[in-house]
Each structure stands twice: as structure tokens, then as C-alpha cells.
């Protein structure tokens, strides 16, 4: 889990879920913010699913969790979030 894709962020598939349902609300264009509620609210779902995960971790795995978070710094997008 330390290596590959997985070593850059632990969330790395909830970033690319996310580019995804963002390029769906980028095809409407600029005319209308009512498809970018879509990429909104997939962005608050994924953060919030994000710190949950996290938590159930953190108590299922104990201190190598913490280890793995040590290793793994970033949640989404590697050197920066």
C-alpha cells in the first residue's frame, strides 16, 4: 500500500472519481452553475467519506495506521492535499 498509485495519495481513486464528475459538469459549459452542483456535492460526499474512512482506520489498524499516514502524507493529490 506504500508503493504505486497508493503511494502517492491514499485517496488517489476518490481523485480520479472526482476529475471524472467534474469533466461531466466541464461539458455543460459556463452558461448555467446548475451542473456544477453535481461536482459540489461529489466533492463534499468524497472529503466527508474521506475523513470517515480515515477514522474507521485509524481505529481498525491502531498505530500502523498511523505509520501508513506517516508514509503516506498526502489524501488526494499527491504534494498538495
Not at 21 to 26: A, K, M, Q
Not at 29 to 52: E, K, N, Q, T, W
Not at 64 to 76: N, S
Amino acid at each position: 500500500m506504500t508503493s504505486g498509485w497508493w503511494g502517492t495519495a491514499r485517496k488517489i481513486n476518490y481523485t480520479g472519481d472526482y476529475i471524472m464528475g467534474l469533466s461531466y459538469s466541464l461539458l455543460c459549459g459556463f452558461d448555467s452553475i446548475v451542473p456544477y452542483y453535481y461536482a459540489l456535492y461529489f466533492l463534499i460526499l468524497l472529503v466527508h467519506r474521506s475523513i470517515r474512512d480515515d477514522e474507521l482506520c485509524a481505529e481498525k489498524y491502531g498505530d500502523d495506521w498511523k505509520e501508513y499516514k506517516r508514509i503516506v502524507p498526502y489524501r488526494f493529490i499527491p504534494g498538495l492535499v
